[in-house]
């Protein structure tokens, strides 16, 4: 064989060699093995669904406008009670604003509460579970002075929790969302809307019967001394219902 045909047919095994090495290198995983019988295929990570959207409220202003006393008739979920603690004086906590506004919308005051207060929603129809890692609240709030607001939950056997997490500021109504895996609870006194004891180390967040919020402060009257507005409401949450 000569010197030449014998460059040629390296050449020509090079070649081949290296468009072999290129299809496998293409090839995509696993290709070319043979499955064995009766093995089954790994399912696919499934990724929990949200919690849904469990109630929203915009709350309804009085016929007159102006500002009156925070009452049922202010709420626009037909599927809501209104529960209203503490803030005590002779004119409670309030409902004004105007429906519609962005600037100003219809919203809770608590500027004339003589005491701490809260205000909370119940679904008639079912309990709201808060455990889930995506079950959260968005609210659209504002402050004035020292004043913040807190989310405050009630449980189906009657237990009140207040959560650490602050919200409000004096700038302008602003929405804020708290994701209620991110929250310290702590025991509280209904009657006196105030925390007791220490931070729980867990807290059952599986079965809610109310959810609001707590402003910790008494209201200062009118001007910018003091208070806590709330407007819009929107709570997300897995949902069971009420036997």
Known sequence: MSRRTLTVLTLNILVAIGAVTTLLAQAPAGAGATKEKGAKATPAKQTPARAGLFFKEEWKQNANGGEAKLTQANVANPDLDLH?????????????????SDPNPTHTWTGVCESSSMFTLSSKTKF????????????NAKTSGFH??????????????????????????????????????????????????????????????????????????????????????ELYANSKPRQ
């Open 84 to 100: 209203v603690y503490g803030c005590n004086g002779p004119e409670g906590l309030l409902m004004t604003g105007f429906d519609n």
């Open 128 to 139: 709201a579970d808060l455990s889930p890692a995506t079950a959260r609240v968005r609210v």
């Open 148 to 233: 913040k607001l807190r989310p405050v939950v009630k449980t189906s056997e009657g237990v009140w929790m207040i959560g650490n997490v602050e919200i409000g500021t004096n700038a302008d109504f602003l929405v804020s969302e708290i994701n209620f895996s991110e929250v310290k609870w702590w025991r509280m006194n209904g009657k006196t809307v105030l925390p007791t004891g220490n931070a729980l180390a867990t807290a059952d967040l599986t079965s809610i019967d109310e959810f609001g919020f707590a402003d910790l402060l008494a209201g200062s009257g009118h001007g910018p001394g003091g208070w806590g507005d709330v407007a819009q409401i």
